[in-house]
């Protein structure tokens, strides 16, 4: 793959935090680093999770090629949900930016990608024992219905589930775009018709809202006063979870929502990466 991911939202990441010389922030979704990176050049020290170890290993070699000292980060391998429950420090602020990274969609042989060829796989980190095909091989008819529906929020559902339940010619990720391709057709819109499905698949594989409620549940306790937890999220489910959680806090009265309305990129941000047309992000401050 050549370049780094994208960061989404950097400047107003950075903003948000409103980072300070000498503090710690921690890094739920290190990626490439982009956001940590942002956070470094301005002072910040950085402990920083991914569940990829290949994320680890570039932010590792961007880091070095940075000229960052290594004892102004931390970097852990696993997931935001378990090691959160782990660290024993607390944090100025914390940035989840949650999906997948550029590294993760451009590489084939991951299957997050229905724009190459590759295993059915989608899964983020490598010791899971369930793939995308996996899942397409053992559910019913009437789940897969409701996992398109409820994580692809796909129209065609009934009809997708039907001509995808028991399919064995199913293999790799362009027979399975193909497939839906076929079963939906082109509508007019902006994204490719298998978009939702992917989407929907690479959720469950990861179980990434179980992920996000029990990671948006345990940061609250790292959290020093003032600090900030700034989430930005790429669906709507993922989105209502964050809004839901920060207005159960604020009633708690663990601290305000800065965010009434969610952040969204400017069109010159959209321009230059179409990927950050469905971003949000929100605010909260303990
Ligand atoms: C959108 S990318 C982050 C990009 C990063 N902010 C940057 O600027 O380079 C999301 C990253 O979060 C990781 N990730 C997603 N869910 C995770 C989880 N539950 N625990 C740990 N890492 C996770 C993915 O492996 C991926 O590398």
Same mark, same amino acid.
């Given at each position: 793959?050549?370049? $780094?991911?994208?960061?989404?939202?950097?400047?107003?990441?950075?903003?948000?935090?409103?980072?300070?010389?000498?503090?710690?922030?921690?890094?739920?979704?290190?990626?490439?680093?982009?956001?940590?990176?942002?956070?470094?050049?301005?002072?910040?020290?950085?402990?920083?999770?991914?569940?990829?170890?290949?994320?680890?290993?570039?932010?590792?070699?961007?880091?070095?090629?940075?000229?960052?000292?290594?004892? %102004?980060?931390?970097?852990?391998?696993?997931?935001?949900?378990?090691?959160?429950?782990?660290?024993? /420090?607390?944090? =100025?602020?914390?940035?989840?930016?949650?999906?997948?990274?550029?590294? /993760?969609?451009?590489?084939?042989?991951?299957?997050?990608?229905?724009?190459?060829?590759?295993?059915?796989?989608?899964? #983020?980190?490598?010791?899971?024992?369930?793939?995308?095909?996996?899942?397409?091989?053992?559910?019913?008819? %009437?789940?897969?219905?409701?996992?398109?529906?409820?994580?692809?929020?796909?129209? $065609?559902?009934?009809?997708? =589930?039907? =001509?995808?339940?028991?399919?064995? +010619?199913?293999?790799?990720?362009?027979?399975?775009?193909? @497939?839906? +391709? %076929?079963?939906?057709?082109?509508?007019?819109?902006? @994204?490719?018709?298998?978009?939702? @499905?992917?989407?929907?698949?690479? #959720?469950?594989?990861?179980? +990434?809202?179980?992920?996000?409620?029990?990671?948006?549940?345990?940061?609250?306790?790292?959290?020093?006063?003032?600090?900030?937890?700034?989430?930005?999220?790429?669906?709507?489910?993922?989105?209502?979870?964050?809004?839901?959680?920060?207005?159960?806090?604020?009633?708690?009265?663990?601290?305000?929502?800065?965010? %009434?309305?969610?952040?969204?990129?400017?069109?010159?941000?959209?321009? /230059?990466?179409p990927r950050s047309r469905s971003a949000k992000m929100r605010i909260f401050r303990i």
């Open positions: 793959m050549e370049g $780094y991911h994208r960061s989404v939202l950097l400047k107003e990441v950075v903003e948000a935090l409103d980072v300070e010389k000498g503090k710690w922030y921690l890094d739920c979704t290190l990626g490439d680093g982009g956001h940590s990176l942002g956070i470094l050049k301005l002072g910040g020290n950085i402990v920083g999770i991914d569940i990829d170890p290949e994320a680890l290993e570039r932010v590792k070699k961007r880091f070095e090629e940075e000229g960052i000292s290594k004892s %102004k980060y931390k970097l852990i391998l696993g997931n935001f949900r378990d090691q959160t429950e782990t660290v024993d /420090q607390r944090f =100025a602020g914390v940035i989840f930016d949650l999906g997948v990274s550029s590294l /993760q969609l451009e590489t084939p042989e991951r299957g997050f990608s229905f724009g190459k060829v590759g295993p059915l796989d989608m899964r #983020m980190d490598p010791k899971l024992a369930v793939k995308a095909l996996d899942l397409l091989r053992v559910l019913t008819r %009437k789940e897969l219905y409701e996992l398109f529906h409820g994580l692809g929020e796909e129209k $065609y559902s009934w009809r997708l =589930a039907d =001509a995808l339940v028991g399919a064995r +010619e199913i293999e790799t990720t362009k027979d399975l775009a193909n @497939i839906v +391709e %076929k079963v939906v057709g082109y509508r007019r819109e902006k @994204i490719h018709p298998a978009t939702r @499905i992917f989407q929907a698949l690479r #959720m469950a594989v990861n179980d +990434e809202l179980g992920a996000l409620k029990e990671g948006l549940d345990r940061v609250k306790n790292l959290i020093e006063r003032d600090g900030r937890i700034v989430v930005i999220s790429f669906h709507s489910l993922e989105d209502r979870i964050v809004k839901n959680t920060f207005k159960k806090w604020q009633l708690e009265g663990l601290g305000e929502t800065l965010t %009434k309305k969610p952040v969204v990129p400017e069109d010159s941000e959209i321009a /230059q990466n």
